[in-house]
């Protein structure tokens, strides 16, 4: 099946830092992945949607400065929370379409939980 | 804009009872995705609903799609403690033009032994 990984999967740092998260599709191609992020409790909010060459779609309310998208090609996605803060602690996690589905399923990454402190 | 919901969002139910989790969305899509979350953990993919009337079963579960009704249910038969867990509806917005998903507010779910 259709594998995702993400790395790493938990990440402690000091505010102000920046901290960069992965998300590979290890078995099939992706020209599309999304990021999501999800507070203790909470559903799953989309941040963003990756583009394979081309700009990221952020969502509204998500700032494209601190979120910084980078899809360089087909396997590969990076989020880099820069300059982050305690209130930028959650868990975030990936998504990739599978450019060769036979729909729009998308598989899922294990998450990636950030502690600002 | 799309709007996914889910009810009821906290459901502690006895072991050996059957239950129903609803959700419901407000614009056209054919494309629905059921979730479970254990705590601390990402998503497990249990149903992919693409067709009005679509129905799927795995074991004590059982997810229905009517899209003319913009609804889906997630029935649960003869709970068990394993079953415990955070479950998710998610809608592809590709009715809307897009392909992004759309999370409802998920149903926690506690099996009493």
């Known amino acids: 099946g259709a594998v995702v990984s993400q790395h790493p999967s938990r990440v402690i740092c000091k505010s102000g830092t920046s901290v960069k998260i992965e998300c590979r599709s290890l078995d099939f191609q992706a020209t599309t992945m999304f990021w999501y992020r999800q507070f203790p409790k909470q559903s799953l909010m989309l941040m963003a949607t990756?583009?394979?060459?081309?700009?990221?779609?952020?969502e509204q309310g998500v700032e494209k400065d601190k979120f910084l998208i980078n899809h360089a090609s087909l396997t590969l996605s990076t989020l880099t929370v820069t300059s982050a803060h305690p209130e930028d602690s959650s868990f975030y996690i990936c998504s990739a379409r599978d450019d060769g589905g036979l729909d729009e399923t998308q598989y899922f990454g294990p998450g990636t939980r950030l502690l600002v402190l | 804009e799309l709007k996914v919901e889910q009810n009821p969002l906290f459901l502690s139910m006895q072991e050996g009872k059957n239950y129903t989790i609803y959700c419901n969305y407000s614009t056209t899509s054919d494309r629905l995705y059921w979730y479970r979350q254990d705590p601390g953990k990402s998503l497990e993919s249990l149903f992919v609903?693409?067709?009005?009337?679509a129905v799927k079963q795995e074991g004590r579960l059982m997810a229905s799609l009517d899209t003319k009704a913009r609804l889906s249910t997630l029935h649960i038969t003869a709970a068990v403690h394993d079953l415990s867990a955070t479950y998710f509806c998610a809608v592809d917005g590709v009715g809307s033009g897009t392909y992004k998903y759309i999370f409802g507010t998920g149903t926690r779910l506690k099996v009493l032994a």
């Open positions: 609903l693409l067709s009005n009337g």
């Open positions: 990756s583009n394979e060459g081309s700009k990221a779609t952020y």
